[in-house]
Nanobody, 124 residues
Framework: VQLQASGGGTVQAGGSRRLSCSAS????????VAWFRQAPGKGREFVAA???????YYADSVKGRFTISRDNAKKIFYLQMNSLKPEDTAVYYC???????????????????WGQGTLVTVSS
């Protein structure tokens, strides 16, 4: 499975940005997909996840501002980011896993496949 993230860039605070992640290889539509981010000097943290059933999960810090979605036919999933804040500045990574325990959906260690990351910079 290969994941390719794109859509990063610089945006002003309060603005919006949409990230995309394209999947290829032996990627199955029943995979759970997620976004994580890593700010400078910090660890990688969970942002959002979406299961095949379309159930979504969000970090408290982005709930109400970010929306994760997926297009199973195209094997692309998205992260729509609105009302961006300077503290959202980070490298954003897409990730995927097959199955897994629901309680671990926010844990980066439970994801097998990772994209290369795309940098989002929010200027104040």
């Amino acid at each position: 499975v290969q994941l390719q993230a794109s859509g990063g860039g610089t945006v002003q605070a309060g603005g919006s940005r949409r990230l995309s992640c394209s999947a290829s290889g032996r990627f199955f539509i029943n995979y759970t997909v997620a976004w994580f981010r890593q700010a400078p000097g910090k660890g990688r943290e969970f942002v959002a996840a979406i299961r095949y059933s379309a159930h979504t999960y969000y970090a408290d810090s982005v709930k109400g501002r970010f929306t994760i979605s997926r297009d199973n036919a195209k094997k692309i999933f998205y992260l729509q980011m609105n009302s961006l804040k300077p503290e959202d500045t980070a490298v954003y990574y897409c990730a995927a896993r097959e199955g897994g325990i629901l309680s671990t959906i926010r844990q980066k260690e439970s994801y097998y496949y990772w994209g290369q990351g795309t940098l989002v910079t929010v200027s104040s």
